[in-house]
Structure formats: C-alpha cells, structure tokens
C-alpha cells in the first residue's frame, strides 16, 4: 500500500514568488492536512480537508492557501513568499478523525 | 488557546534505562490524544489514546491517559539506540485541529 506522497521534495524560491507543494493520500484517505515545520516553531498546523471540504486552518496569513481534488488529493499554496516561509512542510492523510495521521515525507522549502 | 505541552525538551540516557515523556493538554473539546516518533523526516504513528486510564502497548513502548489531569506518558523501557528521535505529542479537538507540542528530543547512547 503506498504511502502518502510528496512533491517536490525540496524547492529553492526567491522572495517575492509563489509556490505549489502537491499531496497524494493513501488510498481511501479522504482527510488532508498540512502542516509547518521550523526548528523554532515545530509542527503547526495549516489546515485540514475532507471532501473537498476545508474544515479547519491554523493561524497564518492568507498567503498560505489549500485545496482539495475530488481523488483526494491536495495542493498548497504559498504567495508572495518571504524568508520566514523556509520550512518543511508535511501533509498527512487519515481515513477518519479518530484514526492517527499518515504523514508524508515532507518538501523542504528555502526562501532565499 | 488550546496548546500542548511536552516535557522535558531533550533528554539524553544510556542504552538499557528506561525513559519516561510527558505531555499536557489544554484543548477545546478534547477528542484524542497521540503520540509521534519523528527521526528524519516524516512523524511515524505511535499510540492514539481516547479514554482515561487504558494503557496501550507495543512492544517496549506504553502510553497512558488520564483525563482528568489532562495528561498522557509515553514510556520506553530497555532503551536502544534506535529509539533515539524526537517524541511528538498531539490533541485533536471537536474541530478537526491537531494541535501538536513542540517534542521531546530523545539521545540515546550506547
């Protein structure tokens, strides 16, 4: 059984431009979410799908966007980026609420 | 605000002791409680935990929680140097929102 898949694994931006990390659950997973990762902050959570659905997000700017395909699959979005955007960013997948997180490899993002 | 709190930030023992983690909880309509083993790259599921006081086991690590003081422990018996990883703990709540601590980093030496 695959697991949750990541791309890409590592992406170098500018500040300034925007950027697409895509999410492939494990099959049946019908919950996304992603997550932030910084040696300062750790995991925070961005937001979490179900069903094309956005049912949550965490606290950060609307320059972080998501969104859900019909397949399950998933994409981030940052705009505008900044150098405070470096991080490793994780999504997961999970077949229920009650059920532990499935967690991808990550992309690790540098903003320089 | 809901947050977690983990304890301590690191830690470092030698191979054969026995660790234990903490992690407490201020979380709106506490759902569930999890705990994460990340060595490299991506966290690893460990324990989910939903009622208070049922242990869950596997292998050298167990988990407990107790609702009441709003608390969970992981403990790891006979350490070996493969369980050296930071510890991530987690609160889901009523609204979809992980809620995860900032780690325990565990070195463990042989």
């Known amino acids: 059984k695959a697991g949750v898949t990541q791309t890409p694994r590592y992406l170098i931006k500018t500040r300034g431009q925007q950027v697409t990390l895509s999410c492939s659950p494990i099959s049946g997973h019908r919950s996304v979410s992603w997550y932030q990762q910084t040696p300062g902050q750790g995991l925070q959570f961005l937001f979490e799908?179900?069903?094309?659905?956005?049912?949550n997000k965490g606290n950060f700017p609307g320059r972080f966007s998501g969104r859900q395909f019909s397949n399950s699959r998933s994409e981030m979005n940052v705009s505008t980026l900044e150098l405070g955007d470096s991080a490793l960013y994780l999504c997961?997948?999970?077949?229920?609420?009650?059920?532990?997180?499935?967690f991808g490899s990550g992309t690790r993002l540098t903003v320089v | 605000e809901d947050k977690v709190v983990q304890s301590p930030l690191s830690l470092v023992v030698h191979e054969g002791d026995t660790v234990t983690l903490n992690c407490s909880y201020e979380?709106?309509?506490?759902?569930?409680l999890l705990w994460y083993k990340q060595e490299k790259k991506a966290p690893t599921f460990l324990f989910m935990l939903t009622s208070s006081g049922i242990e869950k086991k596997s292998g050298r690590l167990s988990s407990i929680l107790d609702k009441k003081e709003l608390f969970s422990i992981l403990n790891i018996t006979a350490t070996q140097t493969g369980d050296s990883a930071v510890y991530l703990c987690?609160?889901?709540?009523?609204?979809?929102?992980?809620?995860f601590g900032t780690g325990t980093r565990l070195k463990v030496l042989a």
């Open positions: 987690a609160s889901t709540s009523g609204t979809y929102k992980y809620i």
């Open positions: 979380v709106t309509n506490f759902r569930s």
């Open positions: 799908y179900f069903s094309e659905t956005q049912r």
């Open positions: 997961a997948s999970s077949s229920g609420r009650d059920n532990g997180y499935t």
